[in-house]
């Protein structure tokens, strides 16, 4: 019998898949079509401070290999979350990560804090890399000084693991890594959505209501995978890889380059049964090459034969 268990931080894990935030809800809707016991965790919504009513529609855009999305954190507040939202959460099958979003330092620790008091919680991830929001959203993951503020001011509410979810929209994310795991997070996710923009070229108008948005799905997949194996050289720290995972082959890219555990978002908004499905291949998987552990796999890909300065370069 193979393990599929995992450890983010703190945060032990039957599988080590779980469903990304924004993507899943709560899991209600879900539940009677899946085997949610198969699931590591729910990373639930971004809830902020105060209630948003986020963005206008168009809020998703499907494009060839995924979809844009610009939602703007629609969400309750973190009062009605606390009091009316996480009490209808109990006896979930697995346990359930909290997600901070906010606009200010005081704002992810006041949030964090509030989450993390709650029993329902079992982790909480802080969403410092949200592009969709019309000022800061971004700003935190973008500025790896302003990055272990937020972070450093976040710990200190709280001993639940804490996860930091980076944003691909830089030019060096290992540095921005190196930061928060220097300010005190727990783990990282590893990466949100990519910057991206439609046009229709009959009206001429953007796509979305908020003319740019965030990138998901397989589209994104190669650009994760390289984030993933670059922060995991940079840190020590477990790294929950996202971004286009739909199988298990995308999810064992993931875990060769680095990750401890992977997050699945896009692909439930077609197939729901996609955790179930990734934790059994990945069981098959292992089983097949006599592995005891997904554990084993993490962070061996075996880069020894593509050594790109033999080369003069990456591309091209
Ligand atoms: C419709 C939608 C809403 C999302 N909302 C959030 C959110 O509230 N907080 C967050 O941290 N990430 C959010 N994300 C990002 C996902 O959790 C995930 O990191 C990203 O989409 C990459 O994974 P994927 O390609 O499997 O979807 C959202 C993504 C989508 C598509």
Redesign the pocket.
């Known amino acids: 019998m193979v393990s599929l268990e995992t450890d983010i931080g703190g945060l032990r894990l039957s599988h080590p898949t779980l469903m ?4 899943y809800g709560s899991g209600d809707e879900f539940a009677p079509f899946v085997d949610q016991t198969a699931i590591g965790a729910i ?1 639930l ?2 809830v902020t401070r105060l209630p948003r009513l986020g963005n206008p529609t168009p ?2 855009v499907r494009t060839p290999a ?2 844009l ?1 610009a ?1 703007g ?1 629609q ?1 309750p507040g973190i009062d009605w979350y606390v009091e009316r939202e996480l009490p209808k959460y109990a006896g979930r099958a697995c346990p359930l990560v909290g ?1 901070v ?1 906010g606009f200010s330092v005081d704002d992810y620790a006041y949030v964090c804090e509030r989450l993390a008091a709650d029993d329902a919680i079992a982790a909480v ?1 802080l ?1 410092i ?2 592009p ?1 929001v019309a000022s800061e959203g971004e700003t935190f993951a973008c500025d790896p000084a302003l990055a272990a503020k937020v972070v450093k001011t976040a710990r200190t509410t709280t001993d639940k693991p804490l996860i930091v ?1 980076l944003s691909p929209n830089v030019t060096d994310i290992a540095a921005v890594a190196v930061e928060v795991e220097s300010a005190g997070a727990d783990a990282l ?1 590893v ?3 990519v910057r991206g923009m439609g046009i229709d070229v009959e009206t001429w108008r953007p796509r979305l209501g908020n003319v740019t948005g ?5 589209a ?2 190669p650009i ?1 995978v390289l984030a993933v194996y670059e922060v995991a050289r940079a840190v020590t720290i477990p790294i929950v890889g ?5 199988t298990v082959t995308d999810a064992l890219e993931f875990f060769l380059a680095g990750a401890a555990a992977v ?7 077609t197939d729901p049964r996609t955790p179930e499905r990734i934790a059994n291949g990945l069981r098959d998987y292992l089983q097949q090459r006599g592995i005891a552990s997904i554990r084993e796999i993490v962070g061996k890909a075996n880069v020894g034969l593509a050594d790109a300065h033999e080369y003069e370069g990456d591309e091209g």
């Open positions: 990304g935030s924004g993507c990373v919504k971004s809020r998703l995924g979809m999305n939602i954190l969400n997600s979003a991830e969403n890399s949200c969709n979810k996710a990466i949100n959505t965030g990138l998901s799905g397989p994104i997949r994760a996202q971004g286009g995972i739909e997050a699945i978002g896009t692909a439930n908004f």
